[in-house]
């Protein structure tokens, strides 16, 4: 069975950092590009971050950009999300996804081919 499982959500008070894991079973992540999305209540999921396949190459949405960082370890078959400074806006349920590509093609989630259930952050004092 091909998944994608998220884990390292939790609650956190403002400042504070997680960092989230996404782990690969029944498939290798080393020939997809990983892509980081979260959706808060109400509002449509939005793309956080995203490495290439090999780590070389790594985005993140502005809202997040110097606060983020996105790695991987292929060997371990898992990406992470360090999230650090982190803010009640960045409140959501955060969800990983793979595309069969070096690349990521921007955040369209119709685009991934494989998606995590989610594991939620909340950031609140």
């Known amino acids: 069975q091909l998944q994608l499982v998220e884990s390292g959500g939790g609650l956190v008070q403002p400042g504070g950092s997680l960092r989230l894991s996404c782990a690969a079973s029944?498939?290798?992540?080393?020939?997809?590009?990983i892509g980081w999305f979260r959706q808060a209540p109400g509002k449509e999921r939005e793309g956080v971050s995203c490495i290439s396949s090999s780590g070389g190459s790594t985005n993140y949405a502005d809202s997040v950009k110097g606060r983020f960082t996105i790695s991987r370890d292929n060997a371990k078959n898992t990406v992470y999300l360090q999230m650090n400074s982190l803010k009640p806006e960045d409140t959501a349920i955060y969800y990983c996804?793979?595309?069969?590509?070096?690349?990521?093609?921007?955040?369209?989630?119709?685009?991934?081919?494989?998606w995590g259930q989610g594991t939620q952050v909340t950031v609140s004092s």
């Open positions: 029944g498939f290798t992540l080393d020939y997809y590009a």
């Open positions: 996804a793979a595309i069969g590509d070096d690349y990521c093609s921007g955040y369209v989630p119709l685009a991934y081919d494989y």
